[in-house]
């Protein structure tokens, strides 16, 4: 069984990272234009060279239909292009636009200096071994998100 404690402060760490990423979004001037659910599939195209449908629906927890959704309102917006695959023609393959790859590194970018920003201001050292725990548990929750 997980230790309670440390089940809360990832709950809180996950806040947090949401908020940080919702500032971020902000400070790139795109807070009200996307939704968090699109942002993740910008998120999961441009770290690949390309993504089924499918296979960005199952990485953010949407149906078919719905990422086949977002992703119509990606590709509108000039940040993703949906073609078929040439393998399969039933299946589409996303990849982020030029546009949706600098908005997905400026807003990463952006949250990445506010983590940088924060940890600086702590008044002790993390522990030995943090970064391996948290690489850790980050395997972990990637494999089930």
């Known amino acids: 069984m997980a230790d309670a404690r440390v089940v809360e402060a990832l709950e809180r760490l996950v806040t947090a990272a949401v908020g940080l990423t ?6 790139a001037g795109v807070a009200s234009e996307l939704t968090l659910p699109q942002w993740r599939i910008l ?3 441009a770290q690949s060279d390309g993504s089924r449908v499918g296979e960005v629906a ?3 927890g949407v149906s ?3 990422a086949s959704r977002l ?3 990606l590709e509108r ?19 982020p636009t030029e546009a949706g790859f600098r908005l997905w ?23 030995a071994g943090f970064g391996r725990g948290l690489e850790l548990v980050v395997g972990v929750l990637e494999k089930r998100a």
Not at 22 to 27: F, I, M, R
Not at 112 to 120: D, G, Q, T
Request: aromatic share 0%; glycine share 4%; hydrophobic share 45%.
């Open 43 to 45: 998120v999961v195209v």
């Open 71 to 73: 992703v119509r309102r």
């Open 77 to 95: 917006r000039g940040l993703v292009t949906a073609i078929r695959d040439e393998r399969d023609r039933r299946a589409t393959i996303v990849r």
């Open 58 to 60: 199952a990485r953010i």
């Open 64 to 66: 078919l239909p719905a």
């Open 105 to 127: 590194e400026d807003v990463a970018g952006r949250r990445r200096r506010r983590l940088v920003a924060a940890l600086e201001v702590l008044q002790e050292p993390l522990p």
């Open 22 to 27: 919702t500032v971020a979004l902000g400070e």
